[in-house]
């Protein structure tokens, strides 16, 4: 016998984590929207935007590496987790492939890593999302690369300020073609991201899975010992939400053909931090560019090994539910 959860059903239990954890839907004044810190909206992408992170277009058509510059600087521990890079007070990698990296990309690892008593470096980004618009709210704003100019006029930011790169990144991030093989959505409400997945599950009943602090830390780079056997969660289909940097709520959802394997992994840093941690891992990398910034972590090339990630808790998967006999 199947075991059936309704969509409303899991609506309502998502909206209500959701607005546990602070990232409701709810009501927000133009003039609220408008007060937004800079440090809650970081310049550049989230980098587990899979073959998003590969590449950014400049305006002039050319196309750069998507992690040059600064990914998280909204991050209070920034100088001092670059420091621990730079003089090698975390392990797990060479140093040369090290170098010169963002603190933010130290999350991609091999399958082969998955082990019990293995120690990575890991960084774990813990920041505090803007809200969920409702999604009347949402869709009365125009989401649009073309429409820049006034989004800038409307949220008050100037143009080449951090806020207004960060949104053009995440527009143009939005509006790129979906890869062979994938469905993407850029979400601004629980609603369509909710409507997104339903639509990739279709009947299927689903669920979520995100990574849990267990512990109040604000370490953001240590290294981290996998405590208990990994335990994979089956995945023969699955949809992965990433946060954008956006004055309200904006989730990159998408789901790819490709094979998946979803695991579990507790952890244990350094510092005595706990991380019940989400992991992903693709089995299939040889259509991904050469300039994904996961090789040059890995030191790897396209297509020699499964490419493993951590998800930060503000990233989730739906996943189908296990059918019951």
Known sequence: MKLRISFERIFLLFLAVMC???????????EELMKIPMDELPEGVNVLQLHSMDRIEKKDGDQQPAMEGNFHGHDKGGDETRKMVDTGHVHGHSSSQMDHLDPSVIVFFTIKDLKLGKTLPIYFVRKHLPPFLPKEKADSIPFSYSQLPYLLEFFSFSQGSPQAKAMENTL??????SIKGETKLCA???????????????LESYFRVTTSYLTKSRALLQNYTILEVPKETP???MVACHTMPYPYAVFYCHSQLTENKVFKVLLQGENGDRVDALAVCH???SAWSRDHISF?????????SPVCHFFPADNLIWLPSPTQD
């Open 20 to 30: 546990f954890h602070g990232i409701g839907a709810m009501e927000m004044p133009r």
């Open 172 to 177: 143009r991030e939005c509006e790129i073609k």
């Open 296 to 304: 040059r972590v890995l030191g790897i090339e396209p297509g020699t």
């Open 188 to 202: 601004t409400s629980q609603e369509s991201m909710l409507d997104f997945v339903h639509n990739i599950f279709g």
């Open 235 to 237: 995945a023969p289909k």
């Open 283 to 285: 089995l299939d990398t």
